[in-house]
């Protein structure tokens, strides 16, 4: 949708990171804002930032005050979920042995834990197996399947995966072996063979709730196991109580890293688990809070962007089941042990990250010779020496530099490659990827809209990229015609203030599909600015009336803001950017994320 353009914010069409400024409340947005701070006894700013983010006068109150009650729906909405309460009832009922197979990145590990910590805390034997993505790839496979039921277990839940996976669970039915599957990947009609598959994006599912990450469903099916277990088993219920709400500081984890929309049932997963992981009551995530050295109180920033990448570590290029087993634990000590161990993970994931982006830059200039809009509408970047565990964060950060959808590919000696794709908000990548699959393109591949992963014969790289290009040119294109920065208000520095934060925390928590606002800074002043970090861009602006504000641009030191702004001391600028906390050494001061910037003079 084309933004009017008599909404451009500071007359700024065309800003340093090649963008123009648009307000982003209608006329109409903002006579609902008034209504919402009229009906709620807020502050014009927050109610602004509801407004704008499409929260109407209605459902203000209970945006506000999300809770689990008002929100979660009856879990039997979902298709299969009443099969599969039963059938996990039977096993808690039976004793039996469940396997839970889980996928290896932070939205597996937090499913993976929590329907752990629920079966055993009513005493079943499970065990969590997370595959190897290089040797096996994602997803069951029938070697894995085998192997679990001769190791005994009489049940098995795969949860995040195996909605596509029709030869492993065609094997575990030939075994006489039910399993149930607790997914929400994008799925089409044909489904595997299995006792129950609950998943709200399966076709056939109308319940509404294809927002939820994998952690949401699973989180749902114990809600509801629970429920029935009251109703079938009183006296048992009773004597063994299990407090589900303890469960949230894991599955507000993985509501994060899965970067689902953070509205409706996610939000309120995500407020009501923060609250629980501020207590600390979790020894994996004390422990790895600890390492990863989070100050101050935890927001959805550190469970995003400090704790998820370590879980991730696991999986990318060590042991998978790392982080999962780390979130059962109730071990102080050990907890330290395996936190350290994916701390270091983490740190040589960084490394070989720096490398392969370098590489796989290097690749998507060539194909654009460094114009935004030159080259094909899909960068599809590959190489024999990519680890396949860091592909998906160098198609991220492809896709941000380049504002059109990535894929990383890494191909093995015999021509097999594996790749995840990044796209960009209007383009469905995971669609193409199913229709890729479809058409003989792919060996395997699905996924969301805005991430993919693939599997391909190097053979067919060319045949696929000419699809890509068929089939998402004209979406790409209309998806970065408008490509403009919505701001939220202006601010002079004097005006960031921490009592404004605390304003501002009001309306979050902030993530995918309810985005932390964005403030105009007017005409300040580059007072101090180097270059920090791993490209990173640090400087203090200073307003007219001589008040400073410490500020930082993030992997920007190499494109044209970043640049910009290093050549800039004492030069004016209009910035735009987020505000949040910084904590050192005890002390708590605002800091401003910058996004883009542009001379006061409009061009």
């Not at 640090?538 to 001589?546: A, E, H, Q, R, W």
């Not at 044209?560 to 002390?587: D, Y």
Request: overall charge negative.
């Amino acid at each position: 949708m084309t933004i009017d353009e008599g909404r451009t914010f500071l007359g700024v069409k065309r800003s340093l990171g090649n963008r123009r400024w648009v307000d982003r409340l209608s006329p109409q947005q903002a006579n609902i804002a008034l209504a919402i701070a009229q009906k709620n006894d807020i502050s014009d700013l927050v109610s602004r930032i509801l407004a704008g983010r499409g929260i109407d006068i209605e459902g203000s109150k209970d945006f506000l005050n999300p809770t689990l009650k008002q929100l979660m729906p009856d879990p039997y909405c979902l298709q299969d979920m009443e099969k599969a309460v039963e059938r996990l009832f039977l096993a808690i009922k039976n004793q039996e042995s469940v396997a839970i197979f889980g996928d290896y990145d932070v939205d597996g590990a937090t499913s993976s834990a929590i329907l752990c910590r629920f079966l055993n805390h009513f005493g079943v034997k499970t065990r969590i197996y997370i595959p190897d993505r290089i040797l096996e790839g994602y997803g069951p496979n029938p070697l894995a399947i085998n192997q679990l039921i001769e190791d005994g277990a009489g049940l098995i839940v795969t949860v995040d995966c195996g909605v596509t996976s029709f030869e492993a669970l065609e094997e575990a039915a030939k075994k006489d072996i039910d399993v149930l599957v607790l997914d929400h990947h994008q799925v089409g009609v044909d489904l595997p063979k299995a006792h129950a598959i609950v998943n709200p994006n399966r076709q056939d599912d109308v319940s509404n709730l294809g927002h939820l990450a994998a952690v949401g469903v699973v989180f749902m099916t114990l809600v509801a196991v629970q429920r029935l277990m009251r109703e079938r088993a009183p006296e048992f219920a009773s004597s063994n109580s299990f407090n589900l709400m303890n469960l949230l500081d894991i599955v507000a984890l993985g509501t994060v890293c899965d970067v689902v929309p953070l509205r409706t049932l996610n939000r309120a997963f995500v407020m009501r688990g923060i609250e629980k992981m501020r207590a600390m009551n979790n020894e994996g995530l004390k422990a790895l809070s600890r390492v990863a050295r989070v100050d101050g109180p935890i927001l959805p920033y550190h469970l995003g962007f400090l704790l998820g990448p370590r879980i991730n570590a696991g999986g990318r290029i060590g042991d998978a089941a790392l982080g999962a087993r780390l979130l059962t634990l109730d071990d102080g000590f050990r907890a330290e042990e395996i936190a350290l161990k994916l701390d270091a993970l983490n740190a040589e994931r960084q490394a070989l990250e720096k490398i392969m982006l370098e590489e796989a830059d290097a690749q998507a200039f060539r194909e654009t010779g460094g114009e935004e809009e030159g080259g094909p509408a899909v960068l599809i970047t590959s190489s024999e020496e990519w680890h396949p565990g860091v592909l998906g964060i160098v198609a991220s950060r492809l896709k941000e530099r380049y504002r059109r959808p990535v894929f990383a590919i890494g191909f093995d000696k015999s021509g097999k490659g594996t790749g995840s794709g990044r796209s960009i908000t209007g383009v469905d990548l995971g669609k193409v990827v199913r229709e890729a699959v479809e058409e003989g393109l792919l060996l395997k591949g699905g996924g969301h809209a805005m991430a993919a992963g693939l599997t391909i014969s190097s053979s067919q790289l060319d045949d696929l990229k000419a699809f890509m290009e068929e089939r998402l040119s004209m979406s790409i294109q209309k998806a970065r015609a408008d490509n403009a920065l919505s701001i939220d208000g202006a601010l002079s520095a004097r005006g960031a203030t921490l009592d404004l934060l605390d304003e501002i925390e009001k309306a979050g928590p902030y993530g995918a599909g309810h985005p932390s606002p964005v403030f105009a800074f007017p005409s300040h002043k580059i007072t101090y600015v180097d270059r920090v970090g791993n490209g990173h861009v640090k400087l203090s602006i200073k307003s007219s009336d001589g008040v400073s504000l410490s500020a930082i641009a993030f992997r920007a030191a190499e494109e044209p803001l970043g640049k910009a702004l290093l050549e800039g001391r004492q030069q004016v600028f209009h910035f735009a950017g987020q505000l949040s906390k910084n904590t050192w050494q005890g002390r708590v001061s605002v800091q401003c994320r910058i996004m883009d910037a542009a001379p006061p003079e409009t061009f």
